[in-house]
């Protein structure tokens, strides 16, 4: 079965304590995987696309890389103001047509 | 250029009647997709619009509908409101199989 799963749940830091997130995926035939950023009560803002092994995104404080199974958005030195939670989605199917989202993580930066 | 347009913003609803959300994509994006996102809980995939017909859909009921105009804007219809169907509703639109881009949502509160 397709899935897409997210961990941690919750991520607590202090500002300038640097972490990852992880998104795995059991899925067939991937399209793009894609990070997205969410606060709360508003729409998801998109963040990387990124669609083959070994591919590196990087903006500011955020670098997304991929794996065959898993990708991982890594944040340094995060700041109050990246407190949000983070999706990652997955277009799958043999003409995409399958968008499904992972449950998020949430991160709490504590100045 | 303007984003994603989602309207109203806010919809309040009497359990049983209908409510219809609306959305404009990006300039020269014909793809539209919804989804449902419950208070504290993930996207949940509802229907997804491309070049006027409706190319897949997530496991709703059918009192879920909406359809896609010529122009790539996209309607969504409840019908016979719940009070569960109170959430979030947001609207996305990508061309072809890349990125997709949100509004920032419609909230629909069912009394």
């Known amino acids: 079965e397709d899935q897409v799963t997210q961990s941690p749940e919750a991520l607590r830091l202090q500002e300038g304590e640097s972490s990852s997130l992880n998104c795995s995926y059991t899925v067939s035939g991937l399209r793009g995987l894609f990070w997205y950023r969410q606060d709360p009560g508003k729409g998801p803002e998109f963040l990387f696309t990124?669609?083959?092994a070994g591919e590196e995104k990087e903006k500011e404080r955020l670098k997304a890389t991929l794996t065959k199974k898993e990708s991982f958005l890594h944040i340094t030195a995060p700041k109050p103001e990246d407190s949000a939670t983070y999706l990652c989605a997955v277009r799958m199917g043999n003409y995409g047509q399958n968008f499904v989202f992972g449950p998020g993580t949430r991160l709490s930066v504590l100045p | 250029e303007a984003g994603v347009t989602q309207s109203p913003t806010h919809l309040i609803k009497t359990r049983g009647q209908q409510a219809t959300l609306r959305c404009s994509p990006i300039s020269g994006h014909t793809s539209v997709y919804w989804y449902q996102q419950a208070l504290g809980l993930g996207l949940q995939f509802l229907l997804w619009y491309d070049e006027g017909e409706e190319r897949n859909r997530g496991n709703f009921p059918p009192r879920f509908s909406g359809r896609q105009f010529p122009n790539y804007s996209s309607e969504l219809n409840v019908n016979a409101l719940e009070l569960e169907d109170s959430a979030l509703y947001l609207c996305?639109?990508?061309?072809?199989?890349?990125?997709?881009?949100f509004g920032q949502g419609t909230r629909l509160t069912v009394v």
């Open positions: 990124l669609y083959s």
């Open positions: 996305a639109s990508s061309r072809a199989r890349t990125e997709a881009f």
